[in-house]
């Protein structure tokens, strides 16, 4: 089966910009889920999504990121505006349902300058 | 908030021998999974223990789980060079939201 889909692979934007992100999931996959990993730390659950609805998003920062998962399939992660403290890989990854281990993209590097 | 701790954070040992990670884990834990990270990759899922005494072994990986003690355990049993990565466990909580530990960076040396 495809894996779960990222894009981009890489992104390098300046301080103050807007940046979005794009996932994937493995089909048939209800459960969606977005992490950010700083470097030298592991992965911090960002945002759940159950097909479209939000399962939780206690650990997002509203007032600069949001997510979407419009139709219960594809999901865009956006950052508007991106902080220094921003930098990091944000991964998404999909489960058949939320007792299940969860498949991992690749991941999106984002650097700010 | 569920708060995972992994031990140590770094661990360096010789081809052939045998080592433990330890993995705590804060308040009470549905399941707990372990992961597998290998450097600029995304992680691998490689057991989830579902409950009490749990026990799952592939090849040279054993991985345990003690819900009472709020322990879990990944064996290591003689270690081979394509082992070095880094390994996560993580626990959900009764809302089902995923914790992830600071890894344990594992380099396995000849």
């Known amino acids: 089966e495809a894996g779960v889909a990222q894009s981009p692979r890489y992104k390098i934007i300046e301080k103050r910009q807007s940046v979005a992100f794009w996932c994937n999931p493995i089909s048939g996959h209800a459960t969606l889920y977005w992490y950010q990993q700083i470097l030298g730390q592991g992965p911090k659950l960002l945002i759940q999504f159950q097909n479209n609805g939000v399962v939780d998003d206690s650990q997002l920062p509203k007032d600069r990121f949001s997510a979407e998962r419009l139709k219960g399939v594809d999901s865009t992660l956006k950052i508007q505006p991106a902080k220094l403290e921003d930098s990091a890989v944000y991964l998404c990854?999909?489960?058949?349902?939320?007792?299940?281990?969860?498949?991992f993209g690749d991941g999106t590097r984002l650097s700010i300058l | 908030e569920l708060k995972v701790e992994q031990n140590p954070l770094f661990l360096s040992m010789q081809e052939g021998k045998n080592y433990t990670i330890y993995c705590n884990y804060s308040t009470t834990s549905d399941r707990l999974y372990w992961y597998r990270q290998d450097p600029g990759k995304s992680l691998e899922s490689l057991f989830v223990?579902?409950?009490?005494?749990a026990v799952k072994q592939e090849g040279r990986l054993m991985a345990s789980l003690d819900t009472k003690a709020r322990l879990s355990t990944l064996h290591i049993t003689a270690a081979v060079h394509d082992l070095s990565a880094t390994y996560f466990c993580a626990g959900t909580n009764t809302g089902n939201q995923f914790y992830f530990g600071t890894g344990t960076s594992l380099t396995v040396i000849p």
């Open positions: 223990l579902l409950s009490n005494g």
């Open positions: 990854a999909s489960s058949s349902d939320r007792s299940q281990p969860q498949h």
